[in-house]
């Protein structure tokens, strides 16, 4: 039996190195799979600091690493959620660092529509658990508001639609924040308008909105996506200024409809929302007055008609006078003879007393009425003495406490004369606040007639000349006659018109 020798293992094979068949395999896998489509469920999301993202496609026998560079994760209209079926668009590589091959993924689509639904369903359902969608922190819409924000494209016939029924309804100052509406900056330019407009200060060179609109025309769900976005959700439930919802048709329904204030069906029915009709306002506030005075003079006759029926019960004024007069009558009568009989009786007890009067008894009453009165001039000038000193140290006191309530008193009238100017300055301008000087100023004007204020169309009519005051002047006008129909005549050069 013959033994041969068997070669050594491998020893005519070439020996590669780790990083060759790392390359080989490298060039192997990008050269057959440079451009491919791969379907499957989204699963171990992960987002670093570095804005790259790194995920698992899986399905029910296999995972594949996949990874998208941040480049590539800003440019996608869908981002990748866990447990959403999907098809990836990439290619192939391998990483030689850890013997595994990924797919580089440079854009997402949602397996059908039917994925997004799912999606947006269950991003709607954890939305909802946060609290977003609640009725209890929506904001009332104002009833007329001075400056209204629109967050939408300046270039779409969504904004002429709201700019036109605004104007119809009650023009109203607009502030147009241009955004995207669809696409991949859709959704972060829509949350930073909203934020950019509650960011404004209230005193500011731009008016702070008292009303936000964020407003797109119809589309397919693909289109209206960016407002699936939970930054446009989040920034609208968190807004300060009340927010309405116009995106899509009547049909349509995103999620920023449930986190906004009020959500209207198209964006002309948003216009709508904003402001009530000027002219039904006027009419309402005519009816309004014209209930007020028929009040007032209802109430001031029955007002009337009562004190009437209450003089009725009260007496006469001479019947309540009678008694008293007749009274006085009966005294006046008495008086006479009471006086003279009282005189008799005073004079006989004078008559007794004098008798009994002689000179002796005045000499001596005089005399003691002398020694009397001169013991008291004696009393009265030690008094006197004593008096005129309490009197001087009196004076320097009072003179001095005069002398400081002279300086106060001199004080006085100018601190009262500079309050009184101080309030007088204040009540000034409170007056020209509240006047209707100031109301001129924002554009208003007062028509007067021959017969006084003019307040409505009809009372103009029927005045030959009116006068209207603008806020730097007054203007005569001639109202314009109404023509029959058919013969119209242009006015006059020296006639005027009401609009």
Not at 18 to 28: L, N, P, T
Not at 252 to 272: H, N, S, V, W
Request: positive net charge; hydrophobic residues 40%; contains cysteine.
């Amino acid at each position: 039996m013959e033994v041969f020798e068997e070669p050594g293992l491998g020893g005519n094979v070439h020996e590669f190195t780790v990083s060759e068949i790392s390359g080989a395999v490298k060039r192997v896998i990008e050269g057959e799979f440079g451009h491919v489509r791969v379907r499957g469920e989204i699963s171990r999301v992960s987002r670093p600091a570095s804005g790259h993202l790194y995920f698992d496609l899986k399905d029910d026998r296999s995972v594949l690493a996949a990874v998208s560079w941040k480049g590539q994760v800003q440019r996608m209209t869908v981002r990748p959620e866990e447990g959403m079926e999907v098809i990836a668009v990439g290619r192939l590589t391998t990483f030689p660092g850890q013997s595994k091959y990924q797919l580089i993924v440079e854009d997402i689509v949602p397996a059908g529509a039917g994925a997004l639904m799912v999606m947006l369903e269950k991003r709607k359902a954890a939305l909802a658990a946060e609290g977003l969608f609640d009725a209890a922190r929506k904001k009332p819409v104002p009833f007329l508001p001075e400056v209204i924000g629109v967050v939408t494209s300046p270039s779409g016939a969504v904004i002429r639609d709201i700019l036109h029924r605004l104007r119809d309804r009650f023009p109203r100052r607009v502030l147009i924040w241009p955004v995207a509406v669809q696409g991949e900056k859709c959704a972060p330019e829509v949350a930073a308008a909203i934020k950019g407009f509650n960011a404004l200060p209230e005193d500011g060179p731009v008016p702070r909105p008292d009303l936000l609109i964020v407003a797109r025309g119809g589309g397919s769900i693909e289109d209206l996506w960016g407002f699936n976005e939970e930054i446009v959700v989040r920034a609208a439930a968190a807004s300060r200024i009340p927010l309405i919802s116009a995106v899509g048709h009547e049909t349509d329904t995103t999620l920023i409809d449930y986190a906004a204030d009020k959500r209207a069906p198209t964006p002309t029915a948003a216009a709508e929302m904003a402001v009530p009709v000027r002219a039904d306002l006027i009419a309402w506030t005519a009816d309004q007055d014209a209930r007020l005075g028929r009040a007032i003079r209802h109430r001031g006759e029955i007002r009337r008609q009562r004190l009437t029926d209450l003089s009725r019960a009260l007496g006469r004024p001479e019947m309540l006078l009678a008694p008293a007069r007749q009274q006085l009558d009966q005294w006046s009568s008495l008086l006479g003879p009471a006086l003279r009989t009282a005189a008799s009786r005073k004079r006989a007890m004078f008559s007794h007393s004098a008798a009994l009067v002689r000179p002796s008894l005045l000499t001596r009453f005089i005399a003691d009425e002398r020694r009397a009165l001169g013991d008291r001039a004696r009393s009265l000038q030690a008094a006197f003495v004593r008096l005129a000193r309490d009197a001087d140290r009196d004076a320097k006191r009072q003179r001095q406490t005069l002398e400081a309530l002279s300086g106060r008193l001199d004080a006085a009238p100018r601190a009262r004369l500079a309050a009184l100017s101080e309030r007088l300055d204040a009540l000034d301008r409170t007056r020209q606040t509240l006047g209707y000087t100031e109301t001129l100023r924002r554009g208003f004007a007062v028509v007067r007639g021959e017969s006084g204020l003019v307040t409505a169309k009809a009372e103009a009519e029927v005045e030959t000349t009116l006068e209207i005051e603008f806020r730097d002047g007054r203007l005569r006008v001639m109202p314009a006659v109404p023509q029959k129909a058919g013969k119209s005549k242009p006015p006059r050069p020296d006639q005027g018109s009401l609009f």
